[in-house]
């Protein structure tokens, strides 16, 4: 219990040097820094979660096994204050997402990292959160990309799990997110 307070406290930590250095602005990160998106996730923990990404089974699952094009990644932390400051934001893109027709196969999901599913289900009855929230409680999934720091969003090809953008921070500018979303769909 020790270690996982630190790491989350650790989480915190650099979650607020990386705002305090980009001065909360859009921070785009080079998607180059991180590695092709090919791991494992949990399965969905219900059957409209498994429906919405179009999955075969409730079991784990790639990326890749996600039926849309591109796939909306948050990293985040149930206690992390930027993540709770970016939760309605990333609410705010999926429904964007889900009301643009030319964006039917664009999916969005989140990875708890270092949470547990009572502290996950609490943060998705408080926002409301209308997409799959994974379980990422030893941060495996987290690590496998660098140890990613939270909140992180990217956008990553479902066809190679390559990160073709990223954004790390509360997202200030949803449309430039957006913009930058669809930029990326028209070229797939």
Known sequence: MKRKAFIIFFQIIVCSFILSQSNRTFCASPAEEFPEAKFTLPAPDSPDAQKYLGLKAMEPFKVSDIKAKLVVIEFMNAFCPFCLANAPIINNIHKTIQGDSRLADVKVIAIASGNEKAE?????????????????????ISASMDGVPTPTTMIVSTENGKVLFSHTGVIKDPDRFLK?????HKSK
Do not use: C, S
């Open 120 to 140: 996950v289900d609490a943060y998705k009855k408080k926002f409301k959160t209308p997409f799959p929230v994974l379980l990422d409680q030893d941060f495996a």
């Open 180 to 184: 930058e979303l669809k930029a990326l």
